[in-house]
Each structure stands twice: as C-alpha cells, then as structure tokens.
C-alpha cells in the first residue's frame, strides 16, 4: 500500500522502560508529523519535520521525548523511561504540501 | 500561536438530517483549514479542505464553509447517513511550509435512526 505505515499497532511496556515507535510515511512527502491522542480527547501536536530544517519540537512534553526522522524518510519516536500517563495513540502523518495523510497509529499502554 | 475549537463536542442528527459541525481559530493569519475524520480504531482521514481566498467548497455531500471575520469554518454535511457516524476534526494552519496543524478537540457525530 502507499499509505503511512507505523509500527508496531499496539505496544505493552512496563513502567521504566524505552519505546521506539516507527513510522513509515508515503514516499516523497517531505512533511512528517507526530501527533498523541489520548482516549477520547483530541490530537496533540508533539513534533513536526519539514525537509531539511530544524524540526519544530515545540509539542513534546518532556525531555524523555524525542523523535529523528533519518534520510528523509523514516522516522522514530523515543520515549525513555515510559510513565503510565504515557499511554496513549501516537498518530504519525505526512503531507507533501498542506493535506496531511494519517497512519493508524500505535496504541501504547504502560504498565 | 494558533488555537482552534469545535462549538459543540457532541452532535447526534437523524439519518437524512443535515449536519453542521462549527470551528473556530484564533489566528487571523491561518489561511488553510481541513476537516478530518476518524472512525473508531483508525488514524483520521482527510475528508475535505479549504484555502482563505474561498468561501465555500463542496465534495458530493460534504461541504466546508469560511468566515474569515469571524474566524470560524464549518463542515456540512447532507442528507447524513450511519456512515457518517465518527469523530470530526478540524485544523487550521498557515501554508507557508514549515507550520504544523492545530487540531481541534473533536465533534463525535452520532446518526440516529
């Protein structure tokens, strides 16, 4: 398929431990987007890749965040020493332009 | 920065019923706005967009409309269907490249029948 690809679908950790979470997005999209949704709220914005600039990690919520997005493709969201707040959807997306395209998302619960 | 909000974080119409799901931002330089859609176990979907230089844009049953003085755009929807059924997002942003999307908390539209 040529949608945005995360991986894996669900993850169970235990409290203190590092996730990675992936995300594939669609070829040539240069835009890269991690978002959070906790159950039932909104989307969150945690970090955002545009090409080659800086990424905007205005959106993360703690410095055991953080993200890389490698060649331009590929990117990993690491989460270190996981909280139970923690537990969430982490929603990737890319965008060529302005349309962002959503993967499914990765169901992190910690335990 | 931006902020956006949904009126109304439930919505329940009657099948056939026409629906009107409201947003408001905050930035008067936010000149792009996108509705989503998310079902139940999914990522959302991109259902409908629309620049600041136009008031109104239709898709089949789907419509997005914008008032710029007011700083609020709306998603309609026609003769809503149980398809329909979902949680509703909307974003603002600027399209200048290098600014990310402000969602809104959600509308859960519910069809009733």
């Known amino acids: 398929g040529a949608g945005v690809s995360q991986s894996p679908s669900n993850k169970v950790t235990e409290k203190g431990k590092d996730v990675e979470l992936r995300c594939d997005p669609i070829?040539?999209?240069?835009?890269l987007y991690w978002y959070r949704q906790s159950l039932g709220q909104g989307l969150e914005f945690l970090i955002y890749?545009?090409?080659?600039?800086?990424?905007?990690k205005s959106g993360l919520p703690s410095d055991r965040f953080s993200a890389e997005r490698t060649g331009g493709s590929v990117s990993t969201l690491t989460i270190q020493r996981t909280q139970q707040e923690d537990s969430a959807v982490y929603l990737c997306?890319?965008?060529?332009?302005?349309?962002?395209?959503f993967g499914q998302g990765t169901r992190l619960t910690v335990v | 920065g931006e902020s956006v909000g949904l009126h109304l974080p439930t919505l329940s119409v009657q099948e056939g019923d026409n629906s009107i799901i409201n947003c408001a931002y905050s930035n008067s330089a936010s000149d792009y706005f996108i509705w989503y859609k998310q079902e139940s176990g999914k990522g959302p979907q991109f259902i409908i967009d629309i620049r600041s230089n136009v008031g109104e844009k239709k898709d089949q049953r789907i419509a997005v409309t914008l008032n710029k003085t007011a700083k609020h755009f709306s998603l309609h929807i026609t003769e809503t269907q149980p398809e329909d059924s979902a949680v509703y997002f909307c974003?603002?942003?600027?399209?200048?490249?290098?600014?990310?999307?402000?969602f809104g908390p959600g509308t859960s539209l519910a069809v009733l029948p």
């Open positions: 974003a603002a942003s600027m399209s200048a490249r290098g600014q990310n999307f402000v």
């Open positions: 890749f545009q090409g080659n600039s800086a990424p905007d």
């Open positions: 997306a890319s965008s060529p332009d302005l349309e962002a395209f």
């Open positions: 070829s040539g999209h240069t835009a």
